[in-house]
């Protein structure tokens, strides 16, 4: 869309666009490149410049179990959360756009999660989720050693996934009950006139008409999980036990600044970026599309 | 509608108050944890009804993380934040809707393009260009040849270093640098009908003009939106401050929860921790309680 009365000085347009591009070259364009630099060369171990390795980074990333195991369990956290997440949410949505008594109540505490600081939550569930204290404890008396995030792997994801999930939920709940609430009022009572009842009406009418939104908060979800998941694993498990957290952004964190490994950092950016990359050209389909649909 | 669904209706409202039961669960259990002593906080289960020590544990884990300048902190750099983006992201869509200069398009395909990697994705080199900022403009004079120029004529060797570690700056910059803001004012201006900017031109205002009297009075819905989701962002970052600020004078909130937690292996002291888990997320949660009308205006209008 373009505007037909325009300003002519251009100038005075292109001053106004100085300070933003400024920050993205310096924060972003630059950074960026930076890392395509640092990805295709080594860093020499006592200084003397980087040295011109073409793709061996890559090359042994991808042949390291580590960063496979890393994938992995990113992508396990990424759609179990996000399923979960999105479930969840949708539920609650699709009641609370009920319009009972209450529903105005719900409406405002369920978004309440979404403020909360992913570092901040996570302690709170470390807490809750403790093998030794809090409450989830009361099953390790009654089967000793049942439940333990600090020693098995898979009790350890299922936190994080937890954690994460109940931040989303609220974050979900927004766009949901906004979808749904956007469906024109008439529809459903027309629905209703004609004698279907309310859970015909939402596999009719609502959850065809709110498509787009389960597939914009599709993509959202996955894409914050790689991102977001960050603080929550850093407080609750640290990437453990035995690398079964190992996040993909925590393992760029803990090799890059921990491991003082930049080109493989690097690297591992450059196959997250292209990761999200696809991610985001999915959306732009679906953008797209969505535009056409109204 | 009026509709007679009994057991629909009890369905609802069972699944809304059990949605509504595990919303408040962690809020809840945060609070009467942090008011127990160190031995009932440690009981399995933890018993429900409130302790003595609430104040105490509050005061601990206030001085333990040293959380009043560390608020502050966070403070100040959410503010910051929330205040750049209102700005610059209306003064760059200004520029992009209301002027028709050349190369305008591709201006606006380098901003969008800013909205598919964040920062964290590339945070190891935008840390090494926070550590001197000026490394780019360097390499910019290194590779045309002003730097050697510069060297031959006056005999100076140029090296350009501005360190932002540890620094609000440096908080505060790389997380403005992003597309976000620029398509919600983008999208409102180009709702704007084309008689208002003819009726202001006629009237003789220039550019800057129309932009600050008329504009920007008729953004400050949007703007209010966008401050308020740029604050929680800013608020919440956890990954950015803990790289930056390897000196304390700087540690934002969020980050200073480690503080509260042995390393790996150990048990934290459950009550401390938890008072200082209170501490750190009633600021947002405050802004999500008032500002929930903007939160929702303003990330459904951002993010689509």
Request: no cysteine; hydrophobic share 55%; net charge neutral.
């Amino acid at each position: 869309m373009e505007k037909r009365v325009t300003f002519g000085s251009w100038t005075i347009g292109i001053l106004f666009a100085v300070p933003q591009l400024l920050l993205i070259f310096t924060f972003f364009y630059w950074p960026a490149g930076q890392a395509v630099y640092w990805s295709l060369t080594l860093q020499q171990p006592w200084g003397g410049g980087n040295v011109w390795v073409g793709l061996d980074n890559f090359r042994s990333i991808l042949s390291n179990a580590d960063y496979w195991n890393s994938i992995t369990a990113s992508l396990v956290f990424a759609a179990i959360s996000t399923g979960l997440a999105m479930f969840v949410a949708l539920v609650l949505a699709a009641l609370t756009d009920r319009q009972l008594a209450g529903s105005r109540f719900y409406r405002v505490v369920l978004i309440w999660p979404y403020g909360i600081a992913a570092p901040a939550l996570a302690l709170a569930f470390r807490f809750i989720l403790a093998p030794e204290a809090g409450f989830l404890s009361v099953i390790n008396r009654m089967w000793p050693g049942i439940w333990d995030p600090g020693l098995d792997g898979a009790d350890a994801m299922a936190s994080i996934i937890v954690a994460f999930s109940w931040k989303y939920v609220g974050y979900n709940f927004i766009f949901f009950l906004a979808a749904f609430q956007a469906i024109p009022r008439s529809l459903i009572e027309a629905a209703a006139m004609d004698g279907s009842g309310v859970v015909r009406r939402f596999w009719d009418i609502q959850f065809p008409l709110i498509t787009p939104t389960i597939f914009f908060l599709l993509v959202i979800n996955i894409t914050e999980s790689f991102q977001d998941s960050f603080g929550i694993v850093d407080i609750m498990t640290s990437g453990g036990p035995a690398n079964a957290t190992n996040l993909m952004v925590y393992k760029i964190y803990s090799d890059g600044f921990k491991g003082l490994d930049f080109s493989g950092a690097a690297a591992q950016s450059i196959i997250l970026m292209v990761l999200i990359i696809v991610l985001t050209i999915f959306q732009f389909r679906f953008i797209e599309r969505r535009v056409h649909y109204q | 509608m009026v509709e007679r669904t009994p057991i629909l209706n009890f369905v609802t409202h069972l699944v809304l108050f059990i949605g509504f039961l595990l919303a408040i669960a962690p809020f809840v259990i945060v609070v009467i944890a942090s008011s127990h002593n160190l031995k009932d906080v440690n009981d399995v289960p933890m018993s429900l009804l409130p302790g003595s020590d609430f104040w105490l544990n509050i005061k601990t884990a206030w001085t333990t993380a040293d959380l009043g300048p560390k608020l502050l902190n966070s403070f100040i750099v959410a503010t910051g934040v929330a205040a750049g983006k209102v700005i610059i992201s209306a003064l760059t869509a200004f520029s992009i809707v209301y002027f028709r200069y050349p190369g305008r398009t591709f201006i606006f395909w380098l901003i969008f393009v800013t909205l598919m990697l964040p920062l964290e994705v590339r945070i190891v080199p935008t840390y090494a260009v926070v550590a001197n900022v000026l490394t780019p403009y360097q390499a910019i004079l290194d590779v045309t040849g002003i730097s050697w120029l510069i060297e031959k004529v006056s005999g100076v060797q140029v090296s350009l270093n501005l360190g932002l570690l540890n620094s609000y700056p440096g908080l505060i910059l790389p997380l403005v640098a992003t597309a976000t803001g620029t398509f919600l004012y983008r999208q409102f201006f180009l709702t704007i009908p084309d008689e208002l900017t003819e009726a202001a031109r006629m009237d003789g205002a220039g550019a800057l003009r129309f932009f600050i009297d008329v504009l920007l009075p008729l953004s400050r819905t949007n703007m209010a939106a966008l401050g308020t989701i740029m604050f929680l962002y800013a608020w919440n970052q956890y990954l950015w401050p803990l790289l930056i600020t390897t000196d304390q004078s700087h540690a934002m909130a969020v980050t200073e929860l480690k503080q509260l937690i042995p390393n790996v292996g150990g048990i934290p002291e459950w009550n401390i921790a938890m008072a200082g888990t209170l501490i750190v997320m009633l600021p947002p949660l405050i802004v999500v309680v008032a500002m929930q009308r903007w939160i929702v205006r303003g990330l459904i209008a951002t993010e689509k």
